[in-house]
């Protein structure tokens, strides 16, 4: 017998910097409350336009340690120098309450995810070519060159781990990329195993319950 565990919906996306990755999860979750946007924690060093509980929360790396060793991290990962993790309490209300939330982690983060929850859906965005993500990164002007470089290495690394994901999405527009993980999310909610808990015989018909 099958039984709803949960409702809602766990969407990772990933892709290189300066991906578009970051505005993509930003316009999806102010385009509807179905989305909740998780907000990771970092030992990375704030950039001028970033703001504390909003884009990260910025914490130093012993703070960091006590949220992973008391079991407080879904996920964690280092990415060229820096520690991120995304805070577990966050992410499992938002499921009980049937939202789609949105993880926007780097693919060693995003596996440690899937191999824990095979429900999860994992998106992979990419720019339309190199020379382009290159020129989005040197665009930015949030990094020195040496960390510029050492984002492009890591691009092609993690690029190499596309097969390990459901879903790639080539962002040339992000209207484009929007709209297509809105129906990539509207599509999991069709998914049997998200509607029908087997045990109660009910069905879910949009946030109503249904006698089968
Ligand atoms: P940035 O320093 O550019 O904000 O992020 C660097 C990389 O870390 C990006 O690929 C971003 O998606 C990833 N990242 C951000 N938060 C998390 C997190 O909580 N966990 C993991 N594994 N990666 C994260």
Known sequence: ???IIQTGSLFIISGPSGSGKGTVVKAL???SPEFALSVSVTTRKKRESEVHGVHYFFINEDQFITLRDTD???EHASFIGNLYGTPRSYVDEQIQEGKTVLLEIEVNGALQVKSRYP???LIFLIPPDFDELNRR?????TEDSETVRARMVRAREEVALIDKYDYLIINDKIENAVSDIK???HAEKLKTTKRVDFEAGFYNNNNQASAL
């Open 1 to 3: 017998m099958l039984s």
């Open 29 to 31: 979750a102010a385009a």
């Open 72 to 74: 407080r991290l879904l």
């Open 119 to 121: 429900d999860a859906v």
């Open 137 to 141: 990164l040197a665009d930015r002007g």
């Open 183 to 185: 129906m990539i999310a």
